[in-house]
């Protein structure tokens, strides 16, 4: 009688000490990281800068593989059907909040398919203008286009992009009537505007911040809801005069839904650990990203909150859907 109930005590021990082990246990090979994006891109090089660190706590290689392609929707897809043993995440930006509203049609449920593990950064964009346009504010830029309605254009990294939905929000609640000019990437679009012939760009920091300080681009105002430690003298654009126009650009890591929970808050933990290393510290402020984390939980309530919102300034910019 001893002896079974010393034996079912073992099995009893073993089996609440499971989840435990298991993230002890874990990682005990390489983790693959896909980016939904081309390399070069801001969410690569955030990518590429956390997980290094994140490697080295972890003790584990982690490899990012690119997936770009369908506004990141070939990246979420392969994601959202890898098997969830943490083995396999995503890093992404707040364009996997967009995807619900711009594509008819999606292989994967952009809620009930993955794991919100935190966010990693808040990029702002920062919207630049060439000094050739000889407009050097934001009610300036603002009055010209009420003055000429529908005459003025913007870049964007993509039909549906951050970049993109930036601007269309500042176009809304500006009140002023401009085109959408479409590129595959920032680094076009930035070509264009450099040449005047783009008028504007709402841009990631981190491809113009050294136009901007060596004045071949002007610095208007940052979309973002606080002004970027990268350019602390340019204001919002709600400081600007818009109100109503800030949008988040964010980065984010994700995992497949079901993966353990003690796996996701072990990899919260790290990216967390990673943030606060100076090495990162200072990649982020030379990028123009400020660090920004939150619970699993609070994240995948985020991401519910942003889904809804970004379709009604779809549905209100009259953006084209893709089937």
Do not use: C
């Amino acid at each position: 009688m001893k002896l079974i109930q010393a034996t079912a005590l073992a099995v009893f021990a073993l089996t609440t000490s499971l989840p435990a082990a298991a993230q002890q246990g874990y990682p005990n090979k390489a983790i693959r990281v896909i980016v939904p994006f081309a390399a070069g891109s801001t969410t690569d090089i955030i990518a590429r800068a956390i997980t290094d660190k994140m490697s080295q706590s972890m003790g584990q290689p982690i490899v990012v593989d690119n997936r770009g392609g369908a506004s990141g929707t070939i990246g979420q897809a392969a994601v959202a059907t890898a098997v969830p043993d943490g083995y396999t995440i995503m890093i992404h930006s707040s364009s996997h909040t967009v995807s619900p509203s711009t594509f008819s049609k999606l292989s994967f449920d952009t809620v009930n398919d993955f794991a919100a593990v935190t966010p990693i950064s808040s990029t702002p964009n920062v919207l630049v203008i060439a000094p050739s346009k000889n407009i050097k504010s934001l009610p300036q830029l603002v009055a010209n286009a009420k003055a000429n309605p529908g005459k003025m254009n913007f870049a964007s990294a993509g039909q549906g992009s951050a970049t993109h939905l930036n601007a269309e929000k500042f176009k809304m609640a500006a009140h002023i009537d401009a085109v959408n000019i479409p590129f595959k990437g920032s680094a076009e679009a930035v070509t264009e505007v450099l040449s005047g012939r783009v008028d504007y760009y709402f841009s990631p920091i981190a491809p113009v911040i050294g136009q901007i300080k060596e004045g071949q681009l002007l610095a208007l105002a940052v979309g973002s809801p606080r002004r970027a430690s990268a350019l602390p003298d340019v204001p919002t654009t709600a400081e600007a005069g818009v109100p109503g126009s800030e949008f988040n650009f964010w980065i984010g890591m994700m995992a497949p839904a079901k993966t353990p929970r003690d796996i996701v808050n072990r990899l919260h933990d790290e990216v967390v650990k990673a943030l606060a290393t100076p090495e990162v510290k200072e990649r982020f402020l030379k990028l123009g990203a400020d660090a920004w984390t939150l619970k699993p939980e609070q994240f995948d309530a985020y991401i519910k909150e942003e889904i809804k919102s970004n379709a009604a300034l779809v549905k209100a910019a009259g953006l084209q859907i893709t089937n």
